[in-house]
């Protein structure tokens, strides 16, 4: 009286259509001694592309896609001695300083050393507000002792506290620091942030506004959470401003299908490099509070502000400042130690300060993040000494501010030659780079090349780009993982190689253009 | 002519039921100079109880709940001088080694110091394998030089390929790096892994077999994921076995409501502290063969094994050695840095091997870990660490074993100090703990402490917990958090108080229970 089965065509068993009640039961009290499932043959799997969770399918990341691990697998083959037109892979896909031999910032590094040996405390030549600094971590570590014991899941009270006093200092104007959230870089952050947004409102998906050109976090993540996207146009031709009239255009055309909630803002713009003015941000202001849409201010680049006449301004002091009602929006400002002067990529660490949440959510926000448990110790680290750099007078203070401004003042140059050349180049057209670290010129296509492209099922840019690679060993990431106007080609590259490594790729990618254009002619 | 807006209840601003198609269409026109919704009253917020993420507001996660959160509380408390009838909190809710004062692994620690502060190498008084392992990881760092570079999402090669050499002298069977991912810990692993699931299959979500009592945060992420728990009891009263008729009664009850595609097995467990024999899990292997379950092997306590007899087996050695067809099951095992004999949580660092993965689907996999770039690379260094061991006649390997047997004899010693000195108190019941790093009695409460509790809406072992806390600052975590069986009530505490305060501890317990017993009688 065994119940019938069928094999479903993803390899799951079925009840027996046929099967009735009495025997099901039947089975079911007989389940101690016999398989649940028919015995299925041995290359059934249960995770196949059919029964695989279809939003981690839909999921893209171009900073990290096919590209850049065929990147990877043409370093292996030039370390095995391959002949290449080539010597050397130069990565400028990812904004990744230290793997492009920025130089790490020597008192971060020694108290890091200081806290994990504690040893070097004694025997160590280093400065003594090092070793202070060091002493004073070790101290707010469960049992004052190990970096290697959990810190709270929002990180340590004193750095998140040194973290307010920092966005206090930016802003002047107070910050708590219990909204402030230690993540393990922003890219945590914001994941957190964004999946408290899954849910159905007014019968509708939830809709995020969020830029076109974007950082792919958030397409890929709003991929992963089932989120609409909702994009909006940069005005590439107005060095890719925010216009909120664009805003309200992308808003009004999702409104049928989407309730927006949400609006993401890259300041400075990654991959565009744009530093938003002061009234453009009061006015993206205004339009979230007259929409109800949660701010998400991406300000990982605060540091990296280039051109003369550009400054950042948080959306937190400009909201506080326009007073009320605005200054009743609900944001969460999002920072890393990616990337600034400091660039500590691999250590992964960062903060999101959050403003004006409903406290019954934002508890809701905090138990999530606690089954996490905490953000890697050593990138909490990096956020103290950033949040309070050595001060006037102490004896780290002057190379600490030495290295810092020899980093940006060279990002700074690298901005201004990177842009200069390209728009040199025929075909070329790039905005200032006026922060972040990525230059997105806009590229003219040989008509040939689009076609070629299109039979071979790939966007045009990313065909040119894979070219690149194969050509030149350089590594860019096409205008189409990060969304452009329709018809328009981009790239985006990083000004993180060295001043000479970049001026040598900068020459071969004009001799590779002008072959590729001449070929496709 | 401007279209009619409603607020629903939770402040969303929804289009007119009246408005006729012309109207909207005009709207729409006009969005270039109109808000998209009418003004909200400046308390309005787009985030709240209502339109949050229900998931978010089901997920608990009870190692870090209101009860750990109320300790953290009373310790400050202290620090300002409160008077309690107690001095210190004592933690024996978390598995956190250092915060008990274990001391960090010498070997780790001066590798550490070295790769982040490259310097040491020339100028620290350290062993020479500790300078060249420093060297090695620097190399295998992005520019050769910081780890403050990006690594692979998956973590450095080199590393993998060293846990893919531990994993083979452990099992004595081939492992291959490409399937070794480092993680920012297990969790995150699990947590990607988990995710893959997300999908109804013959029109019913996915139902994953956890073991009841279990390690919480499988329940968190079940609930964030929408996925469905399926709890499987552990047979407390043979040592908390993991009995396969239990499994198939638990799949069979749930079938009606879920396609069970997964299960959940925590060797050594957590929280109950059983090591599964060979036998068992072989017979563990053969029903998810037979019912096509991917295996989730958390096997992060593997070192931790402290029992006469008992042997840690991993599930991909039982599995191989089982041969055709039970070597193709789909599986994960999970390992990280934060126990064994290292205990560095605050690093986060761990790794999951996968075995018998469809290749589409492990490519999604990837894709969806590499949007998050990568694990913190001083996690990656410990990982190195624990998976390549100073060699005997290296210079550290001497201190190196001194140190690991030293903390792994006396968690040992502890285990079995803890279990005793249970089984001593009246009403209390603790199987041996054979690994892993909690002890988790069963206790008997006053039937009046019951009905106190059920007044007061809380569970009769969190009433308990509670109190105990307030009383005597001993902090341990109530069974309910982890599961158990109907009318049965126990605590996980932690073996990792030093001897001298665990036993301080078990005399305040004791003392605590018979007050507490005596007030309910």
């Known amino acids: 009286m065994s119940q019938i089965k069928l094999m479903s065509r993803a390899g799951r068993v079925v009840s027996g259509a046929t099967a009735e009640l009495g025997e099901t039961l ?3 009290s007989q389940a101690r001694h016999t398989p ?3 015995m299925c043959c041995s290359n059934e799997k249960t995770l196949t592309m059919e029964t695989l969770n279809p939003k981690i399918i839909k999921l893209q990341y171009a900073v990290r896609g096919p590209l850049v691990d065929r990147a990877a697998v043409i370093k292996k083959e030039l370390e095995k001695g391959a002949k290449k037109p080539f010597k050397t892979v130069i990565n400028a896909n990812l904004g990744d300083a230290h793997a492009m031999q920025q130089i790490p910032i020597t008192f971060i590094r020694q108290v890091i050393a200081c806290a994990v040996y504690p040893d070097l405390i004694k025997t160590a030549d280093f400065p003594d507000d090092v070793k202070e600094r060091a002493q004073s971590i070790l101290k707010a570590c469960a049992g004052q002792k190990s970096v290697g014991a959990y810190t709270s899941s ?3 009270d004193m750095i998140r506290n040194h973290v307010a006093e920092y966005i206090e200092c930016r802003d002047g104007h107070p910050a708590k620091w219990e909204n402030v959230v230690l993540c393990a870089g922003a890219s945590s952050g ?3 942030c964004l999946e408290l947004f899954c849910n159905k409102v007014d019968g509708k998906d939830t809709g995020v506004l969020i830029p076109i050109p974007q950082y792919p976090l958030y397409s890929a ?3 992963e959470y089932g989120l609409g996207q909702v994009g909006y146009y940069l005005d590439e031709n107005n060095g890719w401003v925010l216009d909120v009239a664009e805003l309200e255009r992308a808003m009004c055309d999702a409104s049928d299908k989407y309730a927006v909630r949400a609006l993401v803002a890259i300041n400075p713009g990654n991959p565009t490099g744009q530093v938003l003015k002061r009234e453009n941000i009061e006015k993206i202001i205004k339009f979230a509070k007259e929409n109800s849409l949660m701010i998400f201010a991406d300000e990982v680049y605060q540091d990296n502000v280039y051109a003369k006449g550009s400054k950042f301004y948080s959306f937190k002091k400009v909201m506080t400042e326009m007073g009320a009602p605005y200054n009743t929006v609900e944001l969460a400002s999002f920072m890393s130690i990616s990337k600034g002067y400091m660039g500590e990529c691999g250590l992964r660490g960062g903060w999101m300060e959050l403003c004006n949440l409903d406290p019954d959510v934002q ?4 138990k999530a993040i606690s089954a996490m448990l905490c953000p890697s110790t050593i990138g909490q680290i990096v956020v103290d000494c950033i949040a309070r750099t050595p001060a006037p007078g102490d004896p780290s203070y002057e190379q600490f501010e030495c290295e810092k401004s020899n980093t940006l003042d060279s990002l700074a140059k690298r ?6 050349t390209f728009n040199k180049m025929e075909g070329f057209k790039c905005n200032v780079v006026q922060g972040a670290m990525y230059a997105f010129p806009r590229i003219q296509l040989p008509k040939r090349a689009v076609e070629e492209a299109k039979k071979a099922g790939v966007p045009a840019d990313g065909f040119y780009a894979k070219r690149l690679l194969e050509d030149t060993g350089i590594c860019i990431i096409p205008g189409s993982g990060f969304g452009q106007s329709p018809g328009t080609y981009h790239f985006r590259t990083t000004i993180l190689p060295q001043p000479k490594l970049l001026k040598e790729m900068l020459v071969i990618f004009q001799a590779f253009h002008q072959k590729f254009t001449k070929e496709y002619a």
């Open 36 to 38: 649940i499932r028919t």
């Open 221 to 223: 993540t709003l991929a």
């Open 363 to 366: 508890a809701n926000l905090y």
């Open 190 to 192: 914001i994941k957190h």
């Open 26 to 28: 039947a089975v079911q």
């Open 415 to 420: 901005a201004k030659m990177i842009v200069e």
């Open 154 to 156: 929002y990180g340590m």
